[in-house]
């Protein structure tokens, strides 16, 4: 019997996911009850956003702190590549990203915030991935 099989089916039900990303993704979040917020999450994946500034300069443009884990990042980051190219809100949050100007791979890595907010919240409530806003039943 592998992991994957004995993985929680709400797992699968992320855009961007399959049973190898699932599998990376429980691994680094479990036990996800550590974590208190999504912005913490955000941390321990090293998707926030990280300031460049000294004294009175402040630098025009901000990146990612990249502090956290580099295989949670890379799985949230593979999962919003492939989320992209799929029809739904986190396509849409990409192609209004793209519409104002962001390159294509900062537009991904916005997404993958995005999506780390999502995963924090399914993993947390322990339900379904449910795009339109409705909660459904654990």
């Known amino acids: 019997m592998t992991l994957s099989t004995r993985l929680p089916r709400y797992l699968l039900t992320l ?21 208190v917020s999504a912005e913490q999450f955000v941390a321990f994946a090293g998707l926030n956003l990280a300031v460049f500034q000294s004294g009175q300069y402040q630098a025009p443009r901000r990146r990612i702190s990249k502090r956290g884990s580099p295989h949670l990042r890379r ?8 989320a ?14 793209r519409k104002h100007g962001l390159h294509h791979l900062p537009a991904v890595t916005a997404v993958a915030l995005k999506l ?10 322990q339900r379904d991935y449910c795009p339109e806003g409705r909660p459904t039943q654990p």
């Open 15 to 35: 855009p961007g996911i399959n049973e190898l990303r699932a599998v990376a993704l429980f691994g680094e979040t479990d036990p996800i009850h550590t974590l």
């Open 75 to 82: 799985t949230l980051w593979t999962m919003a590549h492939l």
């Open 84 to 97: 992209v190219r799929q029809e739904g809100e986190l396509r849409t949050r990409y192609l209004r990203h």
């Open 116 to 125: 780390a907010r999502i995963v924090w919240r399914i993993l947390k409530d």
